[in-house]
């Protein structure tokens, strides 16, 4: 009996899942779609673009100094010595914060991104909430999160509802002015003493393909 039980439980539930109406919403089509989120992106785009530079010219002075030094290090004495090692330790330093900082897993780069979608990422999930409402939907599930679709009846779709919507509330001017990326220089901690023959060239390359793949 208690079997039996089961048995219904199960396919009660199962009838209850498959009488859900399901949707499909491509949040990232979306976003692409909206002309506020890719002018913002564009400026931070511009932004990250200046910080590379700015990470490439310390990098190259960094790389100069540490060759003179190494080629002029044996005519070096006393203080001059500690003082020109000290440069490199410093510089070396400056290029790992900057890394850090800027790059980094927790860096400025991936914190303004994330301040950049969060706005929109609200606005398109209201969108969402609202037409799932209006149509009756049980289940949304997003198209850009991971999700294989192997095909899709376009009456499934709901993006262009949910694109729509947007369009409709939105407003018509540019109100991520205001949101535009920080610029100016940016202090950097100094480290400890390390060995100033140690190389940092590989640390530049990782940091810039980290951010790209963000």
């Known amino acids: ?63 100069r100094k540490r060759e003179a030094f ?18 490199i330790v410093d510089l070396e330093a400056s290029v790992r914060n900057t890394i850090g900082a800027r790059f980094g897993s927790n860096g400025e780069v991936n914190q303004l991104r994330s301040n950049l979608t969060k706005p929109f990422q609200d606005q398109i999930w209201n969108a969402i909430k609202t037409v799932s409402t209006k149509n009756n939907l049980g289940i949304v599930l997003d198209k850009s999160n991971n999700i294989s679709v192997i095909f899709l009846d376009k009456k499934y779709d709901y993006t262009e509802a949910v694109l729509a919507l947007l369009g409709k509330t939105l407003p018509k001017g540019d109100e991520t002015k205001g949101e535009s990326a920080p610029r100016g220089n940016m202090k950097n901690e100094k480290g400890g003493r390390t060995n100033p023959k ?17």
């Open 1 to 63: 009996m208690k079997k039996l039980a089961l048995i219904v439980t199960i396919l009660f539930t199962a009838t209850q899942i498959y009488a859900q109406k399901i949707g499909v919403v491509d949040t990232n089509y979306v976003l692409s779609k909206l002309p506020q989120y890719k002018e913002a992106e564009n400026r931070l785009n511009t932004q990250i673009e200046q910080w590379r530079s700015d990470l490439q010219k310390l990098q190259a002075e960094y790389e």
């Open 70 to 87: 190494e080629n002029e290090k044996v005519l070096l004495v006393g203080d001059q010595l500690k003082l020109r090692e000290k440069e």
């Open 198 to 214: 140690s190389k940092t060239s590989n640390l530049q390359r990782k940091a810039v393909s980290e951010s790209s793949s963000n």
